[in-house]
């Protein structure tokens, strides 16, 4: 049996996602000139080992899930950013309940099930509303938003994400006067979710995932819950069938899998907050002038066309581009102390 460590939960979210595996794993094929495809095909026996060379972007999914075609209504929103491609944002992921390596998540979840799925957006509202699978992709008229994200481990994705507003979800619930905070969580099913079944797989992360955000955070125009991405619905490793996308925010903010949403008067707790509560705050707004206690956030590695090493080193923007729209939510606070 796995014991969750005190010392693997006091990792940060880079040391646990090793980018720098990644990294070395890929060098390693080229090192040795090996492509995935002459490899051994694995048994169970030496999943390790397949999962470390798996990180080669030539590597074929054996039967990938299935994403239908989804139709949006097109918006003005980021039409001028370079998109990273498709393939990248389906195997370059964070998604702990799969794994903590990159590639973990498409490796993963292919047999996620999505459909049925129940949403529930309760507390304090008027309405109590449950949502199924059909409800989360035709109840709100869907768009397209071209937006930025940027993960708190320096690099980043320009991702066309197909969504609705959650505000629309939460005037459809209508939130009493006293609830100040949203809280989000995450599918708890170990059984399909092999990190919430073993505490090593799973990065030391006490499971359900959950996140938050205040209320006029939650409000805003640009906080959006994706349904879909490049025209289709979600991947699971992107968080099908419904996942938050917050895109002024560090990455973990956009919580994957969401099973409830909940309305409160209290500053709800979130997942990397407790993992490490001095290198992940409750906000975790993208700001290029508070570094990361351990690295710097002044600037970030986007992922766009070509390999890993090609990419390009590219400035962090403050709110990450959005502070136009978002400052003001965060006049007069101090952001390296609320960070
Ligand atoms: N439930 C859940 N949501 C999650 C995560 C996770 O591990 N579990 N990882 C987060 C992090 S750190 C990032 S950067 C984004 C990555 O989203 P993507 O893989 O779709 O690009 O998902 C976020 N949402
Ligand atoms: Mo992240």
């Known amino acids: 049996m796995l014991i969750k460590s005190k010392k693997r939960s ?3 979210e880079n040391e646990l996602t090793s980018e720098q595996s990644y990294l070395s794993r890929r060098d390693a094929l080229k090192k040795f000139g090996i492509a995935a495809a002459a490899l051994p095909v694995a048994h169970n026996a030496n999943a390790d080992l397949f999962g470390f060379f798996s990180g080669d972007d030539d590597k074929k999914q054996t039967k990938a899930f299935k994403r239908d075609v989804l139709t949006a209504k097109k918006t003005d929103y980021g039409q001028s950013l370079t998109m990273t491609p498709e393939k990248k944002i389906l195997t370059y992921n964070n998604f702990y309940e799969f794994g903590t390596g990159k590639t973990d998540p498409v490796d993963n979840s292919q047999g996620f099930v999505v459909d049925p799925w129940k949403l529930e957006v309760t507390g304090l509202v008027n309405k109590p509303l449950t949502l199924n699978y059909q409800d989360l992709l035709s109840r709100f008229p869907i768009e397209e938003r071209r937006y930025r994200m940027r993960c708190v481990e320096a690099w980043s994705m ?4 197909l969504g609705f507003p959650l505000s629309e979800l939460l005037k459809a619930a209508d939130p009493l006067g006293s609830a100040k905070y949203v809280a989000f969580e995450t599918l708890y099913d170990p059984k399909q979710m092999p990190g919430q079944a073993s505490s090593f797989t799973g990065g030391g992360i006490d499971y359900p995932y959950v996140e938050g955000l205040r209320i006029d955070e939650a409000m805003h125009p640009l906080t959006l819950l994706s349904v879909g991405l490049y025209g289709k619905t979600l991947a699971p490793q992107n ?3 419904i996942r938050l996308v917050v ?3 560090y990455g973990f903010k956009n919580i994957k899998s969401i099973v409830k949403i909940h309305l ?3 500053k709800p707790p979130t997942t990397w907050n407790i993992l490490a509560r001095h290198e992940y705050g409750f906000y975790a707004n993208v700001n290029p002038e508070v570094d990361h206690p351990r690295w710097s956030q002044g600037s970030e590695r986007f992922i766009g066309e070509g390999t890993v090493f090609s990419s390009q080193r590219q400035k962090t923007l403050m709110f990450n581009g959005y502070a ?6 965060y006049s007069g606070m101090d952001l390296t102390r609320e960070f």
């Open 10 to 12: 006091e990792l940060s």
């Open 158 to 161: 320009n991702i066309p994400w």
């Open 239 to 241: 968080g099908a069938p």
């Open 247 to 249: 895109p002024w925010k």
């Open 264 to 266: 409160l008067e209290k």
């Open 324 to 329: 136009e729209e978002v400052a003001s939510l």
